[in-house]
């Protein structure tokens, strides 16, 4: 048969599949091609077709360099052979297709801020400078990722999708190329062993029915998100014709309840669409008055019409070409109460009467510089993403609020807040950013904006001196509205800063302190930040909410501290991107009884190895330095870029306005490409992302997230009276002028703490204006000042002097050499850091080996238990009640010269049941042989990090006086629970 010159479909397959398959699919419009023959010059050929919006297809693992030209990326292939089937969220009728068992890879959508850089590491491009925060976007896919064939582990746990279609629904934004184009990846070893030959001719003569009928559905979404019963949804759908001729087509319009029963077919609708063209359609549905599920899914199948011409009549009938689905929230006030509460106890944050370590993450959906997502708000991916984030234990969703409050996004934000509730995860709702130029309110059709910053004001992020009544209306409509939320926690602001303020913005500030209007410049003072912080959180109070309040985390280098301002909130917070907190061990709040927060933590790799190990390092750090939390940066965003345009944030006007003021590091642009569309505008989530990107797979370090969050659920930090306390100095004025000097200086203080960590020493921390709180069981206070002592510090010391006791001012080590220095006894102590986290009636040692390689060390406890563990960087021993319960090892663990397990040299966590020597939790990091000690070993279960049995009984064996577990690499993802006779 001879070629038509047109190209419809580009298919590559394997070298054996496709001699199989040849004869089948030589035909008219589709090309052909075995994987053996694809090169450069080739693959130049079939990415110029896929422009023009051809379909591709591909069978086999493509090489690295022709994924990433299709946006993709794979995971490492899956260490067992999962099982295959046709995904729920599958668009394609592809039910009679049968997979077995195989080795496969997993595609995810690659970040663009691979080959753009990030400040510090930008890449100069004919003058200007590229980097992720204003990347040129010209061929950037805006699409929907597709799962076609889910890969699941023997636990029914989806671990990737070997099968996946992109789903073009719009250009790229400033080429247009791609539009309507599909791409299919079926990535498996050995295709012939996943599916029968006949099988993959069923699978492509599906896929090639549906490309080859030539329309396809590119949205379908309701006017909310979320819906009361009673209430009327108004549906809409848009489809699209690639072919050059009108199509008739048919879409049924189908609800389904929680359980995926079709409950109703609520309209059929049958149109045309003309050549080359868009059409929207629309319905409606009635959401049931009695007994309302909490969650509906829309699907709408589209149908299209063939005509067969015959010698007497010309016959009509439907074809199948796809469903899509939609999914929206009632809101049910029994869920959003039933939820968990979130309560501030003393120096602890208390979840779902859990008083631990817990984690969580920033949901970069809600982002406002993505504050489109609000408005374009994909429930059905949150609802999927919310589940797995519980899966894995993470207790705390960080959020933005919408720039603009209207019904729309408030809706959209009482759907998350309801998934939240559901999954057992709480919300921190943060009110303003840096990111936001203008702020607005639209309800029953009245609508009022006013400016909140500038774009050329970078020197005051997040917090704004003018129109402070409008901002304050603003919050007071988000109190009022979720003050019965008991899961909720409120932030002011996201990183706030402040740098020689206009005098213009404090003239009129009604709620400014008389004391304040007459400074002159500049003006930076802290106090003024609290002002307005005082003037926002008084709005919140006024309406009655109860919920606990952050006032900011601000930035050191423009506020000097972020002590005085945490200290107007119910909870402190810090955020750090360095490794093991190098910036943050200064922020101890304990003095001022309240919890401390860890809100924000990332790194600026796309490596999953550096991604892993810096979390590792990072969230050990915090858990020895007393906090209560950590959020990762970041979670979410599994839909793609919608259509927007090129102007989204504040930074465009910023760059090419004031491009010589940089307050954003040598590595930040000076001025933007025209071809720019913003801060931060991906395909995928941000280059901290703890995903697998557009999939809403975790990622090995959200699964150490995750696995953190669950051993730090019995660690809440009940603080001690300690004999060693470290001061930190306030050496700042009450007028803060950066440029003389007049701030908090920490490097000092940073590098005393390392070293009491170095010299194993379990200490305490006050701040300066605290002094008047260490206790009588002071022996030692250690001041790192590097100006002159405060009068009231200084007459605080001569009298701990007096009492015979040592004082240790400025930038002496002396304190090294004291005989009262209580050390914690580590053998050998060399290049080891120890630090001591407070217990409810016990300690827990966070150990950090600075050596490379395998160590053992022995570690005798507060009540005298000696502890032996094998570690490579990291290891955790914790005692309560005069037993150990907790320890973390990378190795063998002995207990007062008994040996406890064995791993050889894999790591993880054994927790011993508070008060029950016969139960023991094993959770592991990786896969293993471990061997367990014990005289007798009843029972071992498989149980998922919420406590739900998995598999009810596992096999070991027993030689000897060792039970011997083989840990497969599918079970590093849940708690192994054994019952037997532990000697601790």
């Known amino acids: 048969m001879s070629h038509n010159k047109t190209i419809n479909m580009i298919i590559v397959c394997e070298d054996k599949l496709f001699e199989k398959l040849k004869p089948a699919f030589f035909i008219d419009g589709i090309k052909l091609y075995p994987l053996s023959t694809i090169n450069d010059k080739l693959w130049e050929l079939i990415l110029s077709e896929l422009k023009t919006g051809v379909d591709f297809l591909s069978i086999g693992i493509l090489p690295d360099e022709f994924l990433n030209s299709l946006w993709l990326k794979v995971s490492p292939k899956a260490e067992f052979k999962p099982k295959l089937e046709i995904s729920s969220d599958n668009q394609l009728d592809l039910r009679k297709v049968k997979f077995k068992a195989t080795e496969s890879f997993f595609p995810f959508v690659k970040d663009p801020c691979e080959h753009l850089g990030w400040p510090g590491n930008s890449e100069p491009t004919g003058g200007k400078i590229r980097i992720n925060a204003c990347h040129g976007v010209e061929e950037e896919i805006r699409a929907d990722f597709v799962p076609l064939v889910t890969a699941q582990d023997r636990y029914g746990k989806t671990v990737g999708y070997p099968g996946i279609m992109l789903k073009n629904y719009a250009g790229a934004l400033t080429t247009g190329n791609y539009r309507g184009s599909r791409w299919f990846q079926f990535l498996f070893n050995d295709p012939l062993r996943t599916l029968s030959v006949n099988g993959w001719k069923k699978l492509l003569n599906q896929v090639y029915t549906y490309c080859n009928s030539g329309i396809y559905s590119s949205r379908l979404k309701t006017e909310y998100a979320s819906y009361r019963k009673g209430e009327r949804v108004r549906i809409s759908c848009r489809v699209s014709n690639k072919l050059h001729e009108p199509v008739c087509f048919e879409v049924k319009f189908k609800i389904y309840d929680n359980c995926g029963n079709c409950v109703e077919t609520c309209d059929v609708i049958r149109m045309a669409v003309n050549s080359r063209d868009d059409i929207t359609i629309e319905t409606s549905w009635l959401v049931p008055q009695k007994k309302p599920q909490d969650y509906y899914q829309i699907k709408a199948e589209l149908y299209k019409e063939e005509r067969d011409d015959t010698p007497r009549e010309r016959y009509k009938k439907m074809l199948f070409v796809e469903s899509i689905n939609y999914g929206l929230v009632v809101i049910q006030p029994e869920i959003i109460q039933q939820g968990p509460k979130v309560q501030v106890k003393a120096c602890r944050v208390v979840i779902e009467g859990q008083d631990g370590f817990f984690t969580g993450t920033h949901y970069c959906g809600t982002n406002s510089f993505y504050e489109w997502m609000w408005y374009d708000f994909q429930t059905e991916i949150v609802k999927r993403e919310m589940k797995i984030l519980k899966k894995q234990h993470l207790k705390l969703q960080r959020i933005y609020t919408p720039p603009v409050l209207n019904e729309i996004a408030l809706r959209a934000m009482d759907a998350f807040i309801q998934l939240c509730r559901q999954n057992q995860i709480a919300v921190e709702i943060i009110l303003f950013s840096q990111w936001t130029k203008r702020l607005g309110i639209e309800i029953d059709g009245k609508k009022e904006y006013c400016e909140f910053r500038f774009p050329d004001e970078q020197n005051m992020l997040s917090m704004s001196f003018r129109n402070i009544e409008f901002q304050q209306r603003y919050t007071s409509l988000l109190a ?160 793609l870029i919608p259509e927007l345009p090129f102007e989204t944030s504040n930074f465009i006007y910023y760059s090419r306005k004031k491009p010589e003021n940089n307050v954003w590091g040598n590595g930040a642009p000076k001025l933007w490409p025209v071809d720019s569309v913003g801060q931060c505008a991906y395909a995928a989530p941000f280059l901290f992302g703890m995903m697998l990107h557009c999939t809403g797979l975790p990622s090995p370090a959200a699964k150490l997230v995750g696995k953190l969050s669950v051993i730090g659920r019995n660690l809440g930090y009940h603080p001690t009276p300690k004999t060693v306390y470290l001061i930190v100095p306030m050496e700042f004025t009450r007028k803060l002028i950066i440029p003389k000097g007049h701030k908090r200086k920490t490097d000092f203080i940073e590098a005393v703490m390392h070293e009491l960590h170095q010299q194993q020493v379990n200490y305490g921390i006050v701040q300066e204006d605290m002094i008047h709180t260490i206790p009588k069981t002071a022996q030692i206070l250690i001041i790192p000042n590097e100006n002159r002592l405060k009068k009231t510090v200084a007459e605080f010391a001569e009298k701990f002097c007096r009492a015979g006791k040592e004082v240790y001012v400025g930038q002496s080590m002396d304190w090294r050499n004291s005989l ?105 990091i990786e896969a293993m042989r471990l061997k367990i000690f014990s005289p007798a070993l009843n029972k071992i279960k498989l149980l998922d990090y919420n406590g739900q049995i998995v598999d009810p009984k596992l096999a070991y064996k027993t030689r000897g006086n060792a039970h011997i577990l083989n840990i497969s690499p599918e079970q590093t993802d849940y708690i192994l629970n054994c019952r037997g006779d532990f000697k601790t």
């Open 480 to 639: 009022k509205r979720y003050k019965d939320v008991p899961g909720l926690i409120w932030n002011v602001a996201n990183e706030g800063a402040l740098l020689n303020v206009p005098k213009n913005q404090l003239a009129k500030a009604s709620w400014l302190d008389n004391r304040y209007r007459d400074l002159k410049p500049p003006y930076n003072s802290i106090n003024l930040c609290q002002q307005w912080f005082a003037a926002i959180i008084q709005a919140i109070k006024k309406e009655h909410a109860p919920q606990p309040v952050i006032s900011a985390y601000t930035y050191t280098w423009a506020n000097g501290d972020s002590y005085f301002i945490n200290k107007l909130g119910d909870i402190g917070v810090y955020h750090d991107y360095s490794p093991q907190l190098q910036y943050a061990m200064h922020e101890d709040l304990t003095c001022c009884n309240k919890p401390l927060f860890l809100e924000e933590i990332g790194i600026n790799s796309l490596n999953h190895t550096e991604r892993f190990n810096h979390y590792d390092a990072i969230i050990h750090s915090a858990i020895g330095l007393r906090f209560c939390g950590v959020c990762v940066y970041e979670y979410g965003v599994s839909w």
């Open 820 to 924: 009262l220095l209580p050390r914690i006894k580590v053998t050998p102590d060399n290049k080891l850091s120890v630090i001591v986290r407070d217990l409810d009636g016990g300690k827990l040692y966070v150990l950090t080996n600075h050596r490379p390689g395998f160590r053992s060390f022995t570690l005798t406890t507060e009540c005298g238990n000696q502890v032996t563990i094998k570690i490579s960087k990291f290891g955790m021993i914790g005692e309560r009640n005069g037993k150990i319960f907790l320890i973390e090892s990378s190795g063998s663990i002995e207990i007062n010269h008994e040996m406890i397990a064995d791993s050889g040299n894999k790591r993880y966590f054994m927790e011993f049941a508070d008060g029950n020597e016969q139960n023991l939790k094993i959770i592991p």
